[in-house]
């Protein structure tokens, strides 16, 4: 599978036919490296006709669109509080399911009063109950303080606003004669924008001028996709449609910088027609 | 006067000729209201002239360009940390001249020991001495956390920050066809932009389309310019490029929304232009 | 009237017969200074009664003994948000009465839109108004927090811990064989323990024994008082009986520091025969 | 060896002599739970000379007494932020040796890429490189305030207050008639002292006493030792005579809500003589 794709169900349908023994899925939800969206609620059910266990990723997608650890048919559903959450890093957030718990219980071999225990976590969100290790008070403080506003705004309307600024990215890096780096755009992640380098570009020193001359930080890729393309995180506090002008800006006059065209004026006047539409 | 411009050293110099009684007179600095700036410092080296004392508002100027009670020869120089300084508001920063302490000492009316009084606070800058009230600890913690990163970036580079930001909102406002409200560019002020409310509209309505849609507060005029002028700060951690951009399209997407043409690539170029100039 | 006295409402009622033309009666609660308590209650019934306006001090009362505006019938009513309520300071908290509006707003001499005026802010505790001038955030922010604290422990829970400690502060400084410096305990402060400062002994060298031995903080008198009395104060987050007992400790290590005898041991039993009497 | 003991440095000679081939030693330096310090640096010294590898947990002692790594040859050495060092709990802290460096880099099964990678840290220290996960930004802020203060007052200092703070605690536990639970006072800790649990009484019922009736928490037993003690802890900022005495005081007062007798003024006086004879 090329990195600019997404996983195809029917690829995981073939591999567990292929491979009845398989016992546990993993997937990655939103790959943040290349902004694309894996479809973990089609892949969730064909997991779970076959009877395996499913862990999934969702760091970098949970809070920001529409997705629970009940609709992928999640056993270990894995979040964290520093991307579309807007809280403090520091802390993980785990869905578990009762099979999941129940097979762990069942196994000796289950790390247990262990930083890499699962189960010494199972009663942590009683009020009751003490954490297993000294919790780390300023963290839990934050995501605290940071549900409060999630639930207070309303999940639909947080993840309507990581939507229309994710559109207006993507309408303004096209305006700009730019090209996506997901192969269709209806792959695309609603919390980061994955952006192709145009030939010719020196990646790093893109990134270098966007932030020197506008304040603005965006992201590489990694590995197979390093200095193939550039990262527009719109997560939390940031998935803000005025920080779509703000990044489309600065990735503009960052080329400009390093002798390449770009048309600002022409990406913000995409980015707003989208934003207008929306209302 | 009007509203729309700075006060003449001349009529100054007229008028402490006709009242050679005057012995205090009062100027304000940076006109926050019609982002207008008085040249304090031609007009404090008449005041010293005619021997009067001389008190200076700097409140939302100091920290934001290159002005100093020494330049301006104030006895009273008066601005506050939550404006060109970005810390937290609450206190009052006083540059007192030698003279001033000893007109106060000498006069038993000077209030003492009271809210009101400036003696009072004479020694507070010592690591030795208390202050006359409970301090607001949170308060100037932030002010000396504040101080710090003003020294640590440099006073010419934070003033040249607030200017090239200044510079940009500027030729987007007049790029999308919009006027400025002070006189002559050469009195706008580098720490807040004011912009001359188009004929027909809504000047409030404009505001709240712009906070509603985009996020972004802009102020309005007062008293006699109230409707007639909309203000964009530009003062401490917002005084950089990437907010005149954000500002230049927030001010064009909430005049839209009220029906009104307004071309937000044109004043995003023209902004971009002014910022690549500067390298 | 001696400072180790309260003021006798005879008193009040005496001057207020005398002097018929009297509009204006102001009180002090809690004479910080000397630990007492006024009987304002009384006195403002006898005000009330004269057709006078009554203001009222408990910037060191109010939140640590059952004491509100409409009990002593104040007309503005004044306390502190950093003493008894244990909030940050910094901010001042007005009881201000129907008819004190009603005299301020038909007063056109009455300060508005200046520090001094307390008109600007009738309209402040509403969620639909600006504050006059810019709020500082921590403050108020620190109040709401300190307040909600108050409220979930509630009101007299929280007057029953003031007195409980004051009641455990002053056993221990009498068994230490130190008199208090109230006249009758019945006006001792529930906020604070003033102790009489016992012959032949410096009374700054005590309070910075206990500060350098004990690091605990005591006051001492001011004025005619200074020098004759070392206050214990007790508000807020340290009104709990165990401060009294590091007190009496601190104090007790003191004054043996400064080669007077002190039987510690004592003063600790006599606290604790108090909190174990509480229960 | 029973639990109120310290390692026997012979012990560990023999058992090194016996078996040639241990690689690895690891020791707890403040063995928490029952208040005792082991002799890390002979047994560093014995380890050393027989050629294998030092594991040393000073979790509850680094900063509250003088050890360091070199002084027992630790090759890795865990101390936390929470305890002595007064900062937030969450992170910890590393001293690797030299040769643990190579022996883990040599080592194609150490893990790399990990939650439980040390290797990965290798240069976390250096302002030029990034943290191998994304920070904890709180607890960093929190630990590098907390290191300020630690060098400001210079770690002697904050070692003796340890080591006074304990001698104060332990005279008084003692004056009241109870007994330490550390075999002997040469191996009692100076950052908690262990209490053996009097005949009859309900520990557990004792510490909900102290907190409930003085706000004040002690810590129990684990496994082996629930029930037979009480831990008083003064660690980081706990660590200061005062603390000794609102500890006594509040163990006191705790049996003897609980009908047992307690001499609290005696412990007190049995502290303040400590604190005293230290001037």
Redesign the interface.
Known sequence: MPYNEAVDPQAVADMLKKHPEISVVSVCHHDTPSGTINPINEIGALVAAHGAYLIVDAVSSFGGMDTHPEDCRADIYVTGP?KCLGA???LTLLGVSDRAWEKMKANPAAPRAS??SILDWEHAWSREKTFPS??????VN?LDAALDLYLAEGPEKVWARHDLTARATRAGIKAMGLSLWPAREAIASPTATAVRTPAGLDEKALRQAARE????VFSGGRGATDGKLTRIGHMGPTA???YA??AL??F??AL??LGHEAE???A??AA?DV??AAG
């Open positions: 520093g403090p890093p520091g930083v890499l000294t919790p780390l008070l300023a963290d934050g001359r506008y304040g603005v803000q449609p005025i002008v703000a800006t600065a503009a006059g400009r910088a600002a004026g022409k913000v006047e707003m934003i207008e």
